[in-house]
């Protein structure tokens, strides 16, 4: 079996902004030899995209078009599935799909015929000149590849056709919707052609410009739960932050004490300090939503929150997110912060790997180990 390996989003970038003969394209060449020879499978996950495919103004676009073809390039198919499926059972490599769940698709074919049957019979109730009998043949699902067939309309051939569904050049200058609705286009072949850039991080990363006025399609699926669980971990700082001060308080009230004459040992028993609280076994919420095997490292995370002089960085949050993969990686790329702040979290034993020029040793070792 291949090791898996995640690289952080940092690499990406590095790689992206880098000559082709730096010395980090010197380690990318080293992973990608030990993935032709089949023995590592590299991925990416919902993150890699939110992170590195960004959009900025139309003068970068080509840029960031660029960004998803070097995520492809380097992981093929391989996605890590969407965290918050891991509890239904996903697992990598997913089939390439980094942003649905198991099963789901964004477009189906049978919901776009029911749809289009329903928009059908709408017009038909408003055309005049016809009888009863005529409207109710003529609103047969099966009567809809027909009238297709017969109209000489240019329906499909734009993306306005397409009602706001993300679309390429491709599909549009390929005429799937027109063959599809004369029945000249399987069901599979629509949905797959349809579906291919929630796996495809080039073809994401191409139509996302093209429909800038649409809402975020990241927002609409990771918004959420990546919100709430940035609000724990900000919630936990702020009780922290919270008790350190009426702490600081208690001392400086400790002080005002004995220079107003109290014995030392009184005003020690008036101002006790307070003690920071040991997080409990397991989150409930947390648990349900990733899995309960995924979710100790967020405990292990909050408990060193929980110890004086800890820097909570907002970005700790997305690595959180991202380290649920970490369980099932054999080497996992993080920062060296992390890295250092999990070297004692047993299920991360020897897996987490805080430079990028480390990989190769280290997969080195590894297959060493395993064979």
């Not at 394209?25 to 993150?47: C, M, P, Q, T, Y």
């Not at 970068?60 to 998803?68: A, I, P, S, Y």
Request: charged letters at 30%.
């Amino acid at each position: 079996m291949p090791l898996i390996i995640y690289l952080d989003t940092q690499d990406y970038i590095n790689l992206f902004n880098e000559p082709k003969d730096g010395p980090n394209h010197d380690v990318l060449n080293e992973l990608l030899a030990f993935k032709e020879r089949g023995e590592v499978v590299i991925g990416f996950s919902f993150a890699t995209i939110v992170e590195f495919i960004t959009k900025p103004d139309a003068a970068n676009r080509e840029e960031r078009v660029q960004r998803g073809q070097l995520i492809k390039d380097i992981c093929g198919p391989n996605a890590f599935p969407n965290m918050f499926d891991l509890a239904r059972g996903a697992t990598f490599p997913n089939g390439g799909q980094w942003m649905l769940g198991k099963g789901e698709k964004v477009m189906s074919a049978s919901s776009f015929k029911r749809q289009m049957h329903k928009t059908l019979v709408e017009e038909l109730s408003k055309t005049e000149g016809l009888n009863r009998n005529q409207r109710r043949q003529l609103g047969r699902k099966s009567s809809m590849h027909e009238l297709m067939r017969r109209s000489t309309s240019n329906w499909g051939r734009r993306k306005s056709d397409y009602g706001g569904f993300p679309v390429s050049d491709e599909i549009v200058e390929s005429r799937l919707l027109e063959r599809f609705m004369k029945g000249q286009c399987t069901d599979a072949e629509f949905e797959r052609r349809m579906n291919a850039w929630v796996s495809d991080p080039a073809e994401y990363s191409r139509i996302i410009y093209d429909y800038a006025d649409h809402p975020n399609v990241i927002e609409k699926f990771f918004g959420k739960p990546i919100g709430e669980i940035e609000k724990l971990s900000v919630t936990v700082k702020e009780a922290v932050d919270g008790l350190k001060k009426l702490n600081e308080a208690q001392l400086a009230t400790r002080v005002t004490l004995v220079d107003a004459g109290f014995e030392k040992s009184e005003a020690r028993k008036l101002t006790k300090q307070f003690s920071l609280p040991v997080p409990r076994e397991g989150h409930p919420k947390l648990e349900a939503a990733v899995g309960k095997e995924r979710a100790g490292h967020f405990q292990h995370y909050f408990s060193k929150m929980l110890r004086p002089g800890f820097n909570f960085k907002p970005s700790d949050v997305m690595d959180l997110m991202q380290m649920c993969y970490a369980y099932e990686c054999d080497l996992f790329r993080c920062d060296k912060a992390m890295a250092s702040l999990f070297k004692d979290f047993a299920p991360f034993e020897e897996k987490l790997v805080g430079r990028f020029r480390e990989l190769p040793d280290r997969i080195t070792a590894r297959l060493a180990a395993t064979n």
